[in-house]
């Protein structure tokens, strides 16, 4: 059976893009895939945290994958920090990597422009992005769009250690969906949608009721044309939400695009679509905050699983550099 991996920060709420362009397509490789999923909570420390806002974050991120349909029974679900070796193979990989790779990053670069304090974690963060992946001896990672440069890494670090100090990593493609790679933030859609961002009404979460969708939709900005079409250079509003369609309803955006001839249509079965496609995720997830012993034990069964895979691969890789484990 092909093994993946795939994580996600705890950085804010789930939202839209992240799940059209990836998490949707995660419990479809439960079954024919040996499958781990993990809270990146590591990763989240690369910029600067509320300790008790974060804690509370990575739970509710973690009950949110069990909400989009991820079954612990046929999955490994579990908490990055609840597995040491990430840490300690992300050592030895920055040990094989250069400042320069690191530097060339655009996340790196995006992400610490205009910044007065960059934390060093930020610049390595590929490294203990190569580590989670490595350590499972992935065959495969299922992400979106913006993550494809990282995974580039991920691949020449396996390639160089490999040649290096024998064959002990899989060498992982990346596996990105031909659809909603890249969903754009509502309010300023020439930058992705991200966890993160400053404006609420830029993102959807996957938990937000169905009149804060219709609301969010109806104000994402579009241009002062009047003509509905797929042309993302040109007009990244309009496309971002054919784009959304699309995916929510298995269509082709620039299909669709003949279909409405006024925005305001555009945005009411968008919004309507999102709302049906969320529905199932809502109520689970409405349901799992009634109880929270089951996330607990999810999440401490997948710990268990996981750290067996991984302490086995981090010990063959420090042997293979000469230091004791
Ligand atoms: N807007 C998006 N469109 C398509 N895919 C997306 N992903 C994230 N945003 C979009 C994919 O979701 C997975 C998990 O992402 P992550 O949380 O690990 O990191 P990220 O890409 O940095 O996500 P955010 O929301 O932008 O986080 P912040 O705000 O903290 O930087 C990944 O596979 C990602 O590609």
């Not at 934390?119 to 494809?148: F, H, I, K, N």
């Amino acid at each position: 059976m092909a093994r993946i991996i795939s994580g996600v920060q705890p950085t804010g709420t789930l939202n839209i893009g992240g799940y059209l362009g990836a998490f949707r397509h995660w419990p479809t490789y439960q079954d024919e895939h040996e499958a781990y999923f993990f809270v990146a909570d590591l990763h989240a420390l690369t910029v600067r945290q509320d300790p008790v806002v974060l804690a509370g974050r990575t739970r509710d991120v973690a009950a949110s994958l069990l909400a989009i349909g991820i079954d612990p029974t046929r999955a490994t679900v579990f908490l990055q920090s609840e597995v040491a070796a990430h840490t300690r193979l992300a050592w030895l990989l920055q040990c094989s990597a250069s400042i320069g790779e690191m530097q060339r990053m655009t996340q790196f670069k995006d992400k610490s422009a205009g910044k007065d304090m960059v934390s060093l974690g930020l610049l390595t963060y590929p490294a203990l992005m190569a580590a989670d992946v490595l350590l499972y001896q992935a065959d495969a990672v299922p992400v979106g769009d913006d993550q494809r440069q990282h995974l580039e890494l991920t691949r020449d670090l396996a390639i160089r250690f490999n040649n290096r100090y024998g064959e002990t990593f899989v060498v992982p493609e990346a596996q990105i969906s031909p659809v909603a790679g890249r969903i754009m933030d509502l309010q300023d859609p020439t930058k992705k949608m991200s966890k993160s961002n400053d404006s609420p009404m830029g993102a959807i979460d996957l938990t937000d009721e169905p009149e804060v969708i219709r609301r969010k939709i109806s104000r994402a900005v579009t241009d002062s044309e009047a003509e509905v079409a797929y042309d993302p250079a040109r007009k990244p509003g309009v496309s971002n939400l054919l784009e959304l369609l699309a995916a929510a309803t298995g269509q082709n955006p620039s299909q669709l695009a003949g279909q409405y001839d006024r925005y305001g249509t555009l945005k009411s079965d968008t919004a309507e679509a999102i709302s049906e496609l969320l529905r199932p995720v809502r109520e689970r997830y409405g349901e799992l905050c009634k109880d929270p012993g089951q996330i607990d034990a999810a999440l401490a069964t997948g710990a268990q699983r996981a750290r067996e895979i991984a302490e086995d691969t981090y010990r063959r890789a420090a042997r293979a550099m000469g230091v004791s484990c």
